[in-house]
């Protein structure tokens, strides 16, 4: 199983970035699919979830200001991000719980390898 991110990059303040990440391989089911962050110095946070039935959660810090949405059939997870600050600059880290065709009964979070988002002027 593999999780990709992409969308990142650089951008002013104020602005915005839809970040996408794809999960592909021997899936069988996906449960809950989030984002993540950290910057340099910084603990990895949560940044927003979402689960198999579309309930979503948002950090406080980016409540109002970001949407989490998935697409079952692409098993695809997107963050919309709006009104970016630059304290919001951190490599942004795609999971989801998944179980693959080999161990259906399984779940176990995987990890995409980051994207970079720089919120600057």
């Known amino acids: 199983v593999q999780l990709v991110e992409s969308g990142g990059g650089l951008v002013q303040p104020g602005g915005s970035l839809r970040l996408s990440c794809g999960a592909s391989g021997s899936i069988f089911s996906i449960n809950a699919m989030g984002w993540y962050r950290q910057a340099p110095g910084k603990e990895r946070e949560l940044v927003a979830g979402?689960?198999?039935?579309?309930?979503?959660m948002y950090a406080d810090s980016m409540k109002g200001r970001s949407t989490i949405s998935r697409d079952n059939v692409k098993n695809t997870v997107y963050l919309q991000m709006n009104s970016l600050k630059p304290e919001d600059t951190a490599v942004y880290y795609c999971s989801a719980v998944i179980s693959t065709a080999q161990a259906p009964g399984v779940m176990k979070p995987y990890w995409g390898q980051g994207t970079q988002v720089t919120v600057s002027s």
């Open positions: 979402i689960n198999s039935a579309g309930i979503t």
